[in-house]
């Protein structure tokens, strides 16, 4: 188990994918994708795997709070992208005492050989964080509420580009009305942070929120 991380703090593993030309504009776009670590007293959750080779980063990451593969204890995946889930086949051969699990409606779009996939819905507990049915952006999408650290990782329910906030690309988004619907319920939570799977946090991001709300379509 941890020995002693550096704290319980969320610590993110930053990657970057290149999304070629046609798909979110006329050029080609570097796109930033976050997962992140979640430290608890009994073992660290790992949100997200990330792009294909993310492994490394990872690794580092849990070098850096003191852990290491053997205490990964949950991974939880927002949603099915390939940005979000690439990584998954490197990430669980590294960590095979992890339980790996998705938001319901996602499990069938998400690939992984010789071990089962724990459905999660709304109100589920991985250890101590609560789950969130947040759909919109994928059917299964699923948002995760930290209350010990008053804040919600929102996945790809909304997404942070040079301090401006944004759904996800049309392209990408299987129901624009459910990913309004699902971020207006965020919006209402009582945390003090909101972290995004693509961009840093913001100082205000209710503000923020508010603005891209209050915005037609």
Not at 66 to 81: E, M, Q, R
């Amino acid at each position: 188990m941890v020995a002693q991380p550096l704290s319980n703090a969320l610590h993110p593993v930053i990657s970057h994918v290149e999304v070629p030309p046609g798909m979110l504009g006329p050029e080609t776009v570097r796109l930033e994708v976050r997962c992140f670590l979640v430290p608890r007293p009994d073992g660290v959750l790992l949100v997200d795997v990330g792009p294909p080779s993310t492994g490394d980063r990872i690794e580092a990451a849990l070098g850096e709070i003191g852990a290491a593969w053997s205490d990964v204890c949950d991974i939880v995946l927002t949603h099915a992208h390939v940005d979000h889930v690439g990584g998954l086949a490197e990430v669980a051969e590294h960590a095979p005492q992890a339980v790996v699990s998705a938001g319901a409606a996602d499990l069938s779009e998400i690939r992984l050989d010789g071990r089962a996939l724990r459905p999660l819905t709304e109100g589920d507990h991985v250890r101590d964080v609560v789950v969130l049915d947040t759909p919109g952006h994928t059917p299964g999408h699923l948002s995760l509420l930290d209350e010990a650290n008053s804040l919600i990782l929102v996945g790809d329910a909304v997404g942070n580009a040079g301090e401006t906030l944004s759904f996800g690309p049309p392209a990408f988004t299987a129901d624009p009305d459910q990913a309004r619907a699902s971020l207006e319920r965020l919006a209402g939570l009582d945390v003090e942070r909101f972290v995004f799977s693509h961009g840093a946090e913001m100082a205000d991001p209710r503000a923020a929120i508010g603005h891209l709300l209050g915005s037609p379509g």
